[in-house]
Structures are given as C-alpha cells and as structure tokens.
C-alpha cells in the first residue's frame, strides 16, 4: 500500500505501526521520526513566512481564515507522482492542516481515486481510536491493536503513581497573544497526570480567554505550550506573559510553578506522543510519585 500523510501526527501513527516503507508522501510539517524529514513533500504553506510575535502570527491567520483562504495547500503534481492508495487528513483545525475539501478534490483528479480517511480525535480516547482506523485502513489491525494496549498501560501506570494525591489547579495555554487555552485532549491529559485544568474541557475547542478569566482560575500551576513550537519556543513566548499586568497576580507565579512545555510534540498533536505529554505532566505536577522516565519536554520558568 502506497500512503500519503497529510498530518504528522498521521505520520507519526504510521511509522509507530511499521508503515516507514509504505509512506511515499508527508507534509512540510512533519519533523517526527527524523525519518519523515526525508519523505517526499506533499504540501505548502500559503501565507509567507511570518516569524515575529505571536500577536502578528494570530492576525495573519485570521485574516487568512475570515478571507475564506486556505492556511496550506496540496502539490498536487507531487501527489499525482506519489501514486497513494491511501490519504490521511482531518477536519478537526482550520490552521492545523490542509482544509478537507481540498484535500478530497486532489484526491477526485487523481487516477484510481484514491481512499482518503479523515481522523477527527477530540480526546484522549479518540487519539488511541485513531491509531486503531489507521491500523483497519492499512491492514495492520494487530499491530496497531498492540500499540494501543501498550499506551493504555502507561496511561494506567500514571493514574496509579498519582491516585490519592491533591490535584493542584492548572491552566494550559495554547496562545499568549491573544491569550487562548488548551482543549481537545488536553484536559484528559491534565486529569490522568494529577492534575485539575480549571479552564479547559475535554473534547471541546481551544478557544480565546480573557485575563479576567485566568486570574478568576487562580491556576495553582501555569502550562505554556503554544500550538507549534517546540520547548525553546514556547519558553521565549513566556517573556509575553511575563510583561502582562496580571502576571503576578496569578498563585502559580506566586509559587514558582510556571512550566514552558514542548507543544508541538507533547501536546498539541493528536498521535502516540500524547503519552508522553502525560507522563511529563505528572513529572511536573506530582514529582515524587511519578519516577518513570520523561522526555526533555519542559522546562520551569526562571
């Protein structure tokens, strides 16, 4: 079977199942495993590049958006090169992916019109679902059976290490500027680590907060884990919170509980490194009773 991955966290499903060899396209974002960086290209951004302030970044894209203007889009002669039997997409992010119509055009002009599976995760649960559809659309159920298993079980092994504990009180932030929160499966991930996300709600959109929000949270622990960028990135987007009048009213500040966490890999994308999201989460909320090992995912506000 020939696969092309239209998200990285797709892609990351695939090569955690075996499927390395049968990937024959990924996107401009795919980083994860270092293996994907060397796939063939099948998309591009259609905003130039904007870097700067994540103010800036929030007004170009919903500009974009409002215009009715799609954030990427297909090479569709690599594609057609590509020959897949098989597409993975989503529906779920306007700005995370390709949009899902055109993704389904692209794949009507091919010859042999190819499968195309839309994976729309919302929680945690969902997320391992995910793997299991791409597991039933790629023939390898059991593997992907397997993977599941062992991801429920350290899953399992977290509630256990920190069942009985006080929940400390978290918010997660997906933006600074505006300020939005983290939702989908993010707040699945809070709960299984010990933790209490007073902002967010599993299986619901991250959407914009307002500062008289976060200060009413009062978060006990303050999680900065902007959509994309990985560790270094989101603990510069920390100086934005920093210089904020509402900064030292909040009790995580208070308390040096203020954490810059790897966004992109841990959190932000809906595929198995999730785990690790949790596991981080608990290293950080519940650090004597969570001893496994972690990834360097986060780092503590200095």
């Not at 256990?160 to 997660?172: D, F, L, M, S």
Request: hydrophobic share 45%; aromatic share 6%; with cysteine.
């Amino acid at each position: 079977m020939r696969i092309v991955s239209l998200l990285p966290s797709a892609t990351e499903i695939c090569f955690a199942l075996g499927l390395g060899q049968s990937l024959v396209g990924v996107t401009h974002e795919c980083d994860f495993p270092p293996q994907a960086e060397f796939k063939p290209i099948m998309t591009e951004a259609t905003l130039p590049e904007q870097g700067g302030a994540p103010g800036d970044i929030d007004r170009h894209v919903r500009e974009a958006v409002h215009q009715g203007s799609s954030l990427y889009r297909v090479r569709q002669e690599e594609l057609a090169r590509a020959r897949p039997d098989l597409i993975l997409t989503q529906e779920l992010c306007e700005v995370c992916a390709v949009a899902y119509p055109q993704v389904l055009e692209s794949a009507r002009l091919l010859p042999g019109h190819p499968a195309v599976l839309s994976l729309e995760p919302t929680t945690l649960a969902g997320v391992l679902r995910s793997v299991l559809e791409v597991g039933a659309a790629t023939g390898t159920r059991e593997r992907a059976a397997e993977l599941v298993r062992g991801l429920w079980a350290r899953v399992d092994a977290v509630r256990g290490a920190v069942a009985g504990r006080e929940r400390p009180r978290v918010a997660c932030l997906e933006w600074v500027d505006p300020l939005m929160l983290a939702g989908h499966w993010v707040p699945d991930q809070v709960a299984v680590a010990g933790g209490m996300d007073v902002l967010g709600v599993a299986g619901e959109r991250s959407r914009r907060l307002s500062t008289d929000e976060l200060r009413a949270a009062a978060p006990e622990v303050l999680l900065c884990m902007p959509c994309g960028y990985r560790l270094e990135g989101a603990a510069e987007q920390l100086a934005i919170l920093r210089s904020q009048p509402f900064w030292n009213d909040l009790p995580a500040v208070a308390s040096g509980q203020v954490y810059a966490v790897d966004g992109s890999w841990y959190f932000n994308r809906p595929g198995p490194r999730v785990i690790d999201g949790i596991e981080i989460l608990a290293k950080i909320l519940h650090p004597d009773a969570w001893r496994g090992p972690v990834p360097q995912g986060f780092q503590r506000a200095g």
